[in-house]
């Protein structure tokens, strides 16, 4: 997995309606709009203000860099889309009629899903948009109320021929139906309406390629990454993204900034940034390659970004990629937790509650690097990932590895979005659980990921002669709860006090409710009645949850709680949950260090896979009826030079309140594409 998406990482969100702990934050507004199944959201760029002037004015160059992508990203999503933005965007900003009507209101959240989705296919679900408003309405009212001088007709000739070409295309529900089908058709090209084939058949593009890479290459091109196929009077050939050719227009903006970001970077840094222009000059895939060894390298520069043709997803054939951008900056704050955490790995290790034998005599905490998002563009923007993994290039990532970074003002304003969606209110009974997950929420789940992952994967050591691969199939949810358990079980030690990454017990009190809780049922909201649960990290939920339940049982450590009708389970006795949390990880190490098949298949098979279906059905109704939008996405800050005098003095930020007045700006100010490319 390259990307980390919001659905991958659910294992510290959703289902435990996340908090914060601050209540300055409160005032911050994170939610500036929703539509449809959509909401948008404002994240905020902690420290931004306390960087050096050389940092901010990089961030300054990079954020241009990154928006004027923005285009390409809409173009290669299907060629029409800039079309059909284009031309709606001229209505919404010159229609002379009613705008207070349903009709309008319509409109204008058709718009706002294709600003969203970079085009008119769904961004996530790729369906093309059934706009509410009719063909009638759109022509004889809306195109015949506005300043059609506006409308972008450079590439058809006349408004009608633009006309000709958009209304069906939006209008239509057989012409583009999906913009990405990868399989169940006899031609994948001919079923997808992404933009980066045209003219040729799946086979006759698979041949194209497949002739290209020279057989054992050890460090293979990642030949077609950065261009469009076409077929052309029987003729196929690469259109390649570059300087000079596809795309030019924004990859000369794009040129123009990361010139000026090289300008004030420092080596390494530098002549990474060089590099990168000197492939989106060139258009030559040897030095992507080269550029993305030189920006692996480089884990020292406080700033980093990604720019370029990165993921493939969306093209059928996976070759293809999609324009984006982050700049980003290391957070000294949350990176300072996970040093602290890191640095303490041998302490931990000697302490845990496992059999001594299991112990690493020396072990080695792994700091993962936390940073904070400054831009988001292009295939990131607006919904983006909370985590990066990069390059992509299987023989670059086995050479010189890859550089994995959380982001955490993303996760931060995805939970601090979440809270009074309802959600605790529905499923948490006590009012004290309720107050200590809303102060402690945040803090307990942050840390306890960095301990599942700074710590809990990397502790303990197998019996001699245990080769590891013994536990089969019921390995990675042994090896998740063996992570969640050392993390749950720490996160209630007086260590973490001592170390001053928490204020108390009180932190561990509020993760223990919200993780039984998620464990034992709210989790189930994700899974289709009537399923089991087969996810490795749903199954380690569950397994720890109900293992401690029954563990406990006879001292009424957990339990479940019936009230007007509805479903609770509460933790009873905190300390001998951590007790039970050890015990079940001294067994689950045992299991582990042994390679004790049998037993690892009893635990899961017996905790982790049936859902009772009555309490399933119950929380998907009750989980339903909260009504909680499926979709997130992000609006930018905006950064401006602060200039003395010929000089740059300082960057400010401010961060916009208006989601539409952001898709305009930047259609305004970073749109240079021809409608048609
Ligand atoms: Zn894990």
Redesign the pocket.
């Known amino acids: 997995m390259k990307k980390l998406t919001l659905f991958a990482i659910m294992a510290t969100l959703m289902a435990t309606a996340m908090t914060s702990c601050s209540g300055e934050q409160n005032k911050f507004q994170w939610q500036i709009d929703s539509f449809d199944d959509i909401k948008v959201l404002r994240y905020q760029v902690h420290g931004f203000e306390e960087l050096p002037l050389q940092q901010k004015e990089l961030i300054y160059y990079l954020n241009q860099a990154a928006l004027w992508g923005r285009d390409i990203m809409f173009d290669q999503n299907f060629k029409y889309n800039l079309a059909v933005r284009r031309t709606l965007e001229a209505i919404y900003t010159s229609y002379q009629g009613d705008k207070e009507c349903e009709e309008w209101a319509k409109f204008e959240k058709y718009l706002k899903k294709v600003w969203f989705a970079n085009g008119i296919h769904h961004h996530y679900g790729n369906d093309k948009f059934a706009p509410e408003f009719t063909e009638e309405y759109f022509v004889n009212e809306l195109v015949a109320k506005s300043n059609t001088e506006l409308f972008p007709t450079e590439a058809f000739g006349s408004k009608e021929a633009l006309l000709d070409v958009i209304v069906p295309v939006m209008f239509d529900p057989a012409l583009y139906p999906s913009r990405l089908v990868q399989a169940g058709v006899d031609d994948v090209l001919k079923a997808s309406s992404m933009n980066y084939y045209e003219g040729l058949t799946q086979k006759e593009a698979e041949a194209f390629y497949a002739g290209m890479a020279a057989i054992n290459d050890p460090r293979p091109i990642s030949y077609g990454l950065n261009s469009k196929l076409v077929k052309k009077d029987g003729k196929i050939y690469e259109q390649t993204y570059k300087v000079g050719g596809m795309y030019s227009e924004a990859l000369e903006q794009i040129v123009y900034w990361l010139e000026k970001a090289a300008g004030v970077a420092e080596e390494p840094q530098k002549s990474t940034i060089l590099k990168l222009v000197e492939y989106y000059k060139s258009g030559n895939l040897r030095l992507f390659d080269e550029f993305n060894i030189a920006w692996t390298k480089d884990t020292a520069s406080p700033v980093d970004f990604v720019n370029g043709f990165t993921e493939d997803y969306g093209d059928p054939l996976g070759r293809k990629g999609a324009w984006e951008s982050i700049v980003n900056f290391k957070s000294v704050e949350a990176s300072r937790r996970t040093e602290l955490i890191s640095d303490n790995a041998q302490w931990f290790e000697d302490h845990a509650p496992i059999n001594p034998a299991f112990r690493k005599a020396e072990v080695k905490g792994v700091s993962a690097k936390v940073i904070t998002a400054a831009t988001l563009a292009g295939d990131a923007y607006p919904a983006t990932p909370i985590g990066i993994n990069l390059p992509n290039a299987d023989w670059i990532r086995k050479e010189h590895g890859s550089k994995s970074v959380t982001i955490d003002n993303i996760t931060e304003a995805y939970a601090e979005s979440a809270k009074g969606n309802g959600f605790d209110e529905e499923f948490v009974l006590r009012k004290e659980d309720r107050e200590r997950i809303n102060k402690y929420g945040s803090i307990g789940d942050n840390l306890h990921t960095d301990i ?2 700074c710590l ?2 990397g502790s303990g050591q197998l019996a001699p002669g245990v080769k590891g691969g013994e536990l089969g199939k019921y390995s990675s949810t042994l ?2 709860a063996r ?2 358990l050392f993390g749950l079980y720490y996160l209630g030690d007086e260590k973490l006090v001592e170390l001053g990454l928490v204020p108390s017990f009180d932190v561990a009190k509020a993760q223990y409710a919200e993780y039984i809780m998620n464990g034992m049922m709210t989790q189930f909201s994700r899974i289709e009645l009537g399923k089991d649960v087969v996810e490795s ?1 749903m199954q380690n939920r569950k397994l720890i949850a109900e293992w401690c339940y029954e563990q406990g049982k006879e001292e009424n450590v957990i339990e479940w709680i019936k009230q007007d009708g509805k479903t609770y389970v509460v933790v009873n006795d905190f300390e001998k949950l951590r007790e039970l949390f050890g015990k079940m990880l001294y067994e689950v190490q045992r299991i582990k260090s042994e390679g004790d098949f049998e037993a690892g298949k009893a635990l899961v098979e017996k905790y982790a896979v049936k859902i009772d279906p009555e309490l399933h059905k119950e929380v998907l109704e009750r989980y339903a009826s909260l009504n909680i939008k499926p979709y997130s996405g992000f609006i930018n800050p905006i950064y401006t030079l602060v200039e003395e005098d010929g000089k740059v003095v300082d960057v400010k930020i401010e961060y916009p309140l208006s989601y539409i007045e952001q898709m305009l700006y930047y259609s305004e100010n970073y749109s240079n594409l021809p409608t048609i490319n």
């Open positions: 599942h992952e809990g994967h090896e998740e992570a969640d990290h």
